[in-house]
């Protein structure tokens, strides 16, 4: 299913509704922490956490007993993969990169099966795992589909004298290109010449810059051909040569080592604020060499999107998954900011045993198709797809029920939080300052003191609204505790607001919004999230995507 946006274990996405040889390219950036020491790296542990469930923003991969059966799994499948497998276990014992070896088996065997035989797979990683990799892609992919090891400079040489430990300093990430078989897309990407290079074209005529090359062999009717288009002159010994002019070079092959393409510095109209994200123009360059336009790509890591932001705006169709509703509410925020895209989100969640009851209920849609609409598959839908996400994970419920009201959730570290869950901000007043909205999320049990407490922290951190979010009706004394809190004040726009806001769950399915000033010209969420810039498409397909 194309331009479509997953939640959940990719793996599982991937077996169960990604079909055979149905992508043309495939990038994922897979999560390790490689900044830590090898001795940890490689430390024997052992632990009940459950490896696909990884938290937002941690990259680190233990060897537990969801580790240990995946390395099984590949291991009775049997095959070259299950001999790397087994020699990397020999090598290594169980430790955290057989860890991540063992999630990754499983998932390159899938990324190979739904690839094209036209298609490429580029593999983001680094030098601490980079060479397990390759094995590990040699023998999924065959050694003789390898086509380069790209070396990416981040950041260029600044000649700082700052000490480094015993070692040169890292300034480079690694991204294995392989395709499928011999017959694969590629369009070899070329960029302009260096002023120095420009230099030597120092003629000019009505042409143009051009420069004097020596005359190659050309037959007598090419040579006079060349003569009677003004393309040859002659040196004062009367030496015949060509002009070579500027503009009719097609520039540089960019090769295998790329040092222009720089991280995203803290000022840049692209930063989201999500640790890992990629530059567009990375992507931009793997998806422009890679693929075609109405191509399909595949980011089964997709993190805040830039794969899918990238391949959007090339004209190709995409699919993005993710394992954390933090990742999918950025995602659909930066496809909203940059094309004004829509998510339809009208369908079945993966987890969810129990059918959408929005039409039996006769409520609107949650999205309306439009030429830039996409599917999300994975997010509840209904309320007992609600019920189930939290009774499954406390924290994914609530980033996907902070989502549903743009709210930026907290540092989730015990006892960091003080009793917030969220926060979303607003811009008020003549001088255009920023107000702050808390958010308690709740998914069990919910009481007046609950409400209390948050009235508390609202004043403690002086914000001017206090949310409470909750899957269950609220009594009559929360609603009493809501209202005693009193109003917010807007003298700028002259209105007032409900200090303390109760919202269910149910309520926010079927489109209830929260009680904030705005205007036609200030949404109130304009503060929360990092805007990512307008966007428009390149090419000429400007027409509906199919999503059928």
Known sequence: MENTLYYGDNLDILKRYVKDETVDLVYL??????????????????????????MAFEDTWHWDEAASRAYEETILAGGKTADVMRAFQTFLGGNDMLAYLSMMAPRLVELRRVLKPTGSIYLHCDPTASHYLKLLMDAIFNPDTFKNEIVWRRTP????????ARKYPSNGDSLLFYTKSDQYTFNPIRQDYSEKYKARYRFKDERGF??????????????????????????????????????????????NIWIDIQVINSQAAERLGYPTQKPEALLERIIK???????????????????????????????????????????????????????????????STTTSSRQGKGLKPLAVRDALSYRVIGEPVALQDA???????????????LGLVDARPVEQKKGADQGIDGRRYF??????????????????????????????????????????????????????????????????????????????????????????????????????????????????????????
């Open 289 to 351: 060499a890679s693929s075609n336009e109405g191509d399909v790509v595949l980011d089964p890591f997709c993190g805040c999107g830039t794969a899918i932001a990238v391949a959007q705006k090339l004209n190709r169709k995409w699919i993005g998954i993710d394992i954390t509703h933090l990742a999918i509410t950025l995602i659909k925020k930066r496809l909203k900011d940059q094309f004004d895209a829509t998510a339809n989100k009208g369908l079945k969640p993966l987890a």
């Open 427 to 548: 811009i008020d007043g003549k001088d255009r300052h920023t107000e702050q909205v808390i958010f308690s999320v709740k998914g069990g049990h919910v009481n007046a003191a609950q409400v209390r407490d948050l009235r508390g922290v609202v004043e403690r951190e002086k914000a001017a609204v206090g949310v409470f979010i909750t899957l269950d009706e609220p009594t009559k004394p929360m609603k009493k505790e809501a209202a005693d809190a009193g109003f917010y004040y807007s003298n700028w726009l002259d209105t007032k607001h409900p200090r303390l806001q109760i919202l269910t769950i149910e309520e926010l399915l079927e489109g209830k919004e929260l009680d904030l000033p705005r205007t036609a010209f200030m949404p109130a969420s304009d503060a929360t999230f990092k805007k990512a810039p307008k966007t428009k498409r390149t090419g000429t397909k400007n027409e509906d995507l199919d999503l059928d």
């Open 210 to 255: 051009y420069y004097l090359d020596n005359l190659k062999t050309f037959s007598k009717e090419r040579f006079e051909l060349l003569v009677k288009e003004d393309r040859i002159a002659y040196t004062k010994a009367g030496t015949p040569r060509i002009k070579n002019y500027l503009h009719e070079g097609k520039g540089v092959l960019i090769d």
């Open 29 to 54: 950036d897979p999560p390790f922490k490689s900044n830590q020491d090898y001795n940890v790296l490689f430390a024997e542990q052992s632990g009940e956490r459950a490896a696909a469930q990884i």
């Open 157 to 164: 040489s600044t000649g700082s004298s700052k000490a480094i």
């Open 387 to 401: 019920r189930e996400l939290a009774d499954k994970d406390k924290y994914q419920f609530q980033w996907w029920a």
